[in-house]
């Protein structure tokens, strides 16, 4: 039985109902009348008070240190949060089944960037790279290459043949972490690699759409034997930006901002303006010629407000 109220970590939040980590076991909760359920998620750290039969419920939530978020699946622009007080995002995705794809890594670069937390780029199922793939092992490793060289840490993984996973263990160790990327790259695969007491349902890729299945129905946070969390979110179809401005854009790209400063013009946007430090550093090969393309896409994308739209 817990006190009349004590603090508590959310570690799943599923139809309205929470289970919350506290010095006295898990607790299953209910959110206070009137309050959002929707507004709390794994790793909201909240305030608890007993109710019968060993439950509880969330009497407020306490402020938020970080957090990562998208835009809603859809056309409304409302924001959904994923997970909170997180020290960085793991952005998995696969070498095939579903296809590596750059545009979608640096889509979600560009979102741990804006939401100022660490990230990790881990391409798994290395062991599917080669040359019957789109993706050839030589390919990957030179895509790889130019993530590494501009400062994030590239972990290569195959949660099939265990390779990769010691330095992925070690990057979570004593962290709070979210795993994101689509469906069927084989996030919850690679937690029970790091982590074997853990047990998740994990699945296969659809051979009619080449996507992944949704195997993870549910946000939630699992404590890991090295003393780290990691939340494991539901795959992602739709990854689309939540106000992020044209201005800030850039800036999300963290391999221009050295550049950026050498610019004419202090409005420049980097697509067409003269004297643009960011172009010049593309054309001299300092930035990567797929990487600014993939700006470019994003930079077309922009709503109402003036706010980069991508779904």
């Not at 080449?210 to 404590?223: A, E, F, N, Q, W």
């Not at 896409?297 to 922009?302: D, E, I, S, T």
Request: proline letters at 5%; aromatic letters at 6%; one cysteine or more.
């Amino acid at each position: 039985m817990i006190p009349c109220q004590s603090e508590g970590i959310v570690i799943q939040a599923s139809s309205g109902l929470f289970q919350v980590e506290t010095d006295y076991g898990v607790i299953e909760c209910m959110a206070r009348a009137g309050a959002d359920p929707g507004a709390i998620v794994p790793g909201d750290r909240v305030l608890i008070s007993p109710q019968p039969a060993g439950r509880g419920v969330i009497e407020s939530l306490m402020p938020r240190k970080t957090r990562f978020s998208r835009k809603v699946a859809g056309r409304r622009q409302d924001e959904q949060v994923i997970a909170a007080n997180l020290d960085q995002v793991i952005i998995v995705l696969a070498a095939a089944e579903p296809p590596f794809k750059e545009t979608t890594l640096d889509r979600y670069l560009a979102a741990v960037e804006h939401c100022g937390l660490d990230a990790v780029v881990c391409i798994n199922k290395t062991d599917l790279a080669s040359a019957a793939n789109p993706v050839s092992a030589s390919d990957l490793a030179g895509r790889a290459e130019v993530y590494a060289r501009i400062g994030y840490m590239v972990i290569m993984t195959s949660a099939a043949t265990g390779s990769g996973i010691d330095p992925l263990r070690q990057a979570l160790e004593g962290r709070v972490s979210a795993l994101v990327g689509p469906s069927g790259v084989g996030k919850s695969s690679l937690i029970c690699a790091v982590s074997p007491g853990v047990s998740l349902d994990t699945g296969e890729i659809s051979a009619s759409t080449g996507k992944g299945r949704h195997t993870t129905t549910c946000s939630r946070l699992i404590k890991l034997d090295n003393g780290g969390y990691v939340a494991d979110t539901p795959g992602m179809r739709e990854f689309g930006f939540h106000q992020i401005s044209r201005d800030e854009l850039a800036w999300c790209f963290r391999e221009f901002r050295v550049h950026v400063e050498s610019c004419k013009f202090a409005d420049c946007r980097h697509i067409k303006e003269p004297g643009c430090g960011v172009r010049k550093a593309v054309e001299q090969g300092l930035v990567s010629l797929r990487r600014y393309e993939h700006y470019l896409r994003l930079m077309g994308g922009v709503g109402p407000s003036n706010h980069i739209v991508v779904c």
